[in-house]
Every structure is written in structure tokens, then in C-alpha cells.
């Protein structure tokens, strides 16, 4: 990694490079690592494409240029295998995976344990704040028919541009299957980040919504109003957090500006919630080196503190090959993991 993250060399050269919007993103990460001479990578399918151009300048590394990536969609980690393969994933929940050791090896191997419970960085409440959305067309001449069809008029429209940027004042609540038809130019479904038609009521009544048109899919995108925002609330009944367990709100407040809509803001907000939520139980163990022991495997174990046998799961190891000990940082297993698309 260090010959990616500058530490030993890793910095972009030339002009500035510009990855532009519409890329794929696996094929934007490949090409990335391609100009880093990086060979041998495993890199997920993300079905997602880049929503903006991203421009990187001279002396950017590459490390950057691929966390800026891949911090575009929430859930994902990168990092290079024992083997030396360059890896993009998404971070393994291990929800339906059974522990891969258990306390009965687990527990005679451990020489002292560090438990460090906190609950400052609780929130059981998540507002994202995104992107402010420019357009490139506004209007307010709009009609409906049957609150499904929007029926736009734009003077100086004659075709649409791909990307283009569409702000429009939507006159009523929409109903499922809600289209916007520019000048006459054909009906086009309205779509949200998961590639799904918008749900019913998603568009107010009297408010600007940003919609972005791609010609690939011939249809639009809804971006959101004009500052992306989504929140999310923990309403779980086995999270002892949630707002129903507590019976108060404690809510936290972020900025993503890379987020261009609101579904992308309401995804990272459920996340943000999920990770601020799970209690932050980590736990240090000293112990003697397991040479196959890895990151993001789910073990048993039982702390001396509590005594009380739990799930969870490794997020670092730290020693070498010739150690007889090793540390191992881990966090408590929790199901509560939202589904991020």
C-alpha cells in the first residue's frame, strides 16, 4: 500500500486527471490501478457508474484517487490480500457465516485483554447533508395528469441533453410510475438510486426537485431538492440505542459533498446510524500468534470482565511473521447491518 499512498511513491502525473461522470466505477477502479502498475486485483461488480466528474490534480496519490471512488457508495473497503492481490469489496456483515474459531481455542491463548467500551459517539438519529445541486434548466410551467404524468414546458429546450440537470416545480403529490415529459419529447420514468420508479408521495406538493436525464437508460434520475439531505432513525427493538429503547433522540448531523441526491444522503445517513448505534464494543487482545488468522472473520469469545460468551468480529491485526504474539482489535457482531445498495 505504501507504494500507493506516497509513502513510497504513488503520486498521479501529467495534467490533471478527470474521471468522468457515467464511468462504471470497477472499470474507473481498474484504470487506476492500470496507471499505478498495480497487476493483480479482485475488484467487486458495483453496478454503480461515477454521478460527477472527479478531477484529481498533479501530486494526487493513488490511495486518494480510490478512496475518493469507492467513498462514493457507502459499505465498501479496500486493501491488498497476504498474497499481494488488490481488493475492493464490500465489508463482509458475516451475518449468516459461523464463527470461525470458538473460545475453546480462542480464550487459552490470550496473555490480557483491554476492553474499551464508549458512549460518546452514540446517535440513534443521522441528518446527511449532501452536494448543493446545480441545473441547468428551471422552470415552473408544469401540469399533471392524474399526478403521474408531469407535463414540463422549456422554451429553449428542443432535445435532451444527457446529464443535463432539469430543476422543476412539481404541482402535486406524485402517485407509482410518475414519468416527466419535456416539450412534448416522450414520457420518462422518474428512477431513484437503486434503479427502482420513485414510491408513491415521494415528490411534494409546490417544491423544486432536480432531475438528471440519462440517455443510456432514457429516463430521469431524481437527484432531490436543491441540497441533497437524507435522515434515518433507529426505531430496532433489539438495538438498546433506538430511539423506542431510549425514549429520547440523540442526533448527529454530516456533511458528505460528495452525495448528489437524496437516496444516496438516506443510505449513507442509515449507515452512519448503524455504525454509531452498535454500542462501539471493542475489545484489544494480546495473545499468541495464530499465523492464519484474518481480518473480518467472526470468532467466539468470552472477556474475562464479563464472562459473558459473545460473537465478534477481527478489524486489525498487528505483529509479524516471526512474533509470537500478536494484538487483534475486535468489535462486537451485530445483525442490525442495513442493507446498502
Known sequence: MCTLNGDRGGQMSGLTSVISEGTNIRNA????????????YRIEEINKTIPYDLEFSVGTTYYQALKEVIDLYAGYEMFFDIDGVFVIQSIPTTKDEASVLD?????????SENINNTFNNIYNKTEVWGSVIDTDYYTQSVTTSNNT??????????ELDNFGKYGIRIPSVNLYGATININNLGKKMIMDDNGQQIQEGRLLANKDYVFKYRKATDDFLLLGQYQAYGEYICTDEDCPFSINNLGYEIKQVLQFDELISDSLCQQRAKYETWLSTRMQDKISLNMVSIPYLDVNWKISYIPKSTNIKGDYIIKSINGSNTDSQINISLIEFSELYPDIV
Not at 473460545?103 to 496473555?111: A, C, F, H, R
Request: glycine letters at 6%; charged letters at 15%.
Open 103 to 111: 473460545e475453546s481455542i480462542i480464550n487459552p491463548l490470550v496473555t
Open 29 to 40: 477502479i481498474i484504470g487506476l490501478l492500470n496507471d499505478a502498475g498495480v497487476v493483480k
Open 149 to 158: 404524468n408531469f407535463i414540463v414546458t422549456l422554451d429553449e429546450v428542443t
